[in-house]
């Protein structure tokens, strides 16, 4: 049975209607993070002066650099205590720099510190579900069948690309095929495109059976009762076949878009 399904909020900001919510930007120094408590005693400080605290976002650091911590309060009438707030934190060890952001609008505070997005040290880009929606209707409704086409071998040529990058990366690591396997799931997942529930490979037979739940691309088409995975399929053809190093035909035997509660996926040597 499939773990219930569970969305993580990205972006850097908070919207809260009708509060006045300040973004703290802290960076620490990179020793910091080794210390026991240092993230307990900036909380501290909101909670000394009886602000609460409504999101905390920080990314991984990399190794010898300072981290940083997006921090979201709460100051709708105490926006008098702001000051102290930051110069109590900025007085904490291995803190190097506090910034106060203030909100665009009431409600809205924003961290406009960081200028792209990375997954993995690799830069991603984000589309919200009514801009890939567009994107993925309006080619298919305005070429027509040879979209779906362009749609898999778009999709072949990223899956393709996504093994170089993501084995090289793994060997680098000290892993071998089932570490390479295990991270394919977890950024496929991570990036929106779906979750890969359940994977049987024969590297005999050079055959695979492919589950994914809640695929971005089928759940566009729920009304339709077709296959209508094409991006998708196309991914998993490119990474499977530079997996097992020959030719692959997939074929997609269930989909969400015809009822069915995931899609599957078999992979065929040829």
Same mark, same amino acid.
């Given at each position: 049975?499939?773990?219930?399904? =569970?969305? *993580? ?8 209607? &009708? ?23 900036? *909380? ?17 650091? =990399?190794? +010898?650099?300072? $981290? ?10 105490? @926006? &008098? ?30 961290? #406009? ?6 997954? /993995? ?9 009514? #801009? ?9 409704? @305005? ?14 040529? $990223? +899956? @393709?690309?996504? !093994? ?8 680098? $690591? +000290? ?6 396997? $295990? ?8 990036? &929106?495109? &779906? ?12 055959? /695979? ?11 566009? *088409? ?12 196309? *991914?998993?053809? %490119? ?13 997609? #035997? =269930?989909?969400? /878009?015809? %009822?069915?509660? !995931?899609?599957?996926?078999?992979? !065929? %040597?040829?």
């Amino acid at each position: 049975m499939s773990a219930p399904s =569970k969305a *993580f909020e990205i972006g850097y900001f908070v919207y809260i209607p &009708g509060r006045y919510v300040v973004c703290l930007h802290v960076s620490l120094n990179s020793k910091g993070l080794k210390k026991p408590g240092i993230l307990a005693s900036i *909380f501290n400080v909101f909670a000394e002066f009886e602000i609460p605290v409504v999101s905390v976002k920080m990314p991984a650091p =990399k190794p +010898g650099e300072n $981290a940083e911590l997006s921090v979201f309060a709460d100051l709708t009438g105490r @926006r &008098g205590v702001l000051r102290k707030i930051v110069d109590k934190i900025r007085s904490l060890e291995f803190v190097e720099k506090v910034e106060p952001i203030k909100p665009l609008f009431k409600g809205f505070a924003v961290d #406009t510190t960081y200028t792209r997005l990375t997954l /993995a040290g690799g830069r991603v880009i984000v589309f919200r579900e009514p #801009t890939y929606e567009g994107l993925i209707k309006g080619f298919r409704k @305005r070429f027509g069948a040879i979209a779906k086409e362009l749609l898999y071998y778009i999709g072949f040529e $990223a +899956g @393709r690309k996504m !093994y170089n990058v993501y084995s090289k990366m793994v060997e680098e $690591a +000290g892993g071998g095929l089932n570490e390479l396997l $295990a991270f394919w799931r977890e950024v496929f997942r991570h990036t &929106g495109f &779906g979750a890969i529930e359940h994977v049987e490979i024969s590297y005999l037979t050079k055959t /695979a059976i492919i589950r994914v739940q809640d695929s971005f691309e089928c759940r566009l *088409f729920k009304e339709t009762g077709k296959f209508e995975s094409h991006g998708i399929r196309g *991914f998993i053809a %490119g990474f499977m076949s530079s997996l097992f190093k020959t030719k692959v035909r997939v074929e997609e #035997t =269930k989909c969400i /878009a015809k %009822g069915d509660p !995931y899609c599957e996926f078999i992979v !065929y %040597g040829t």
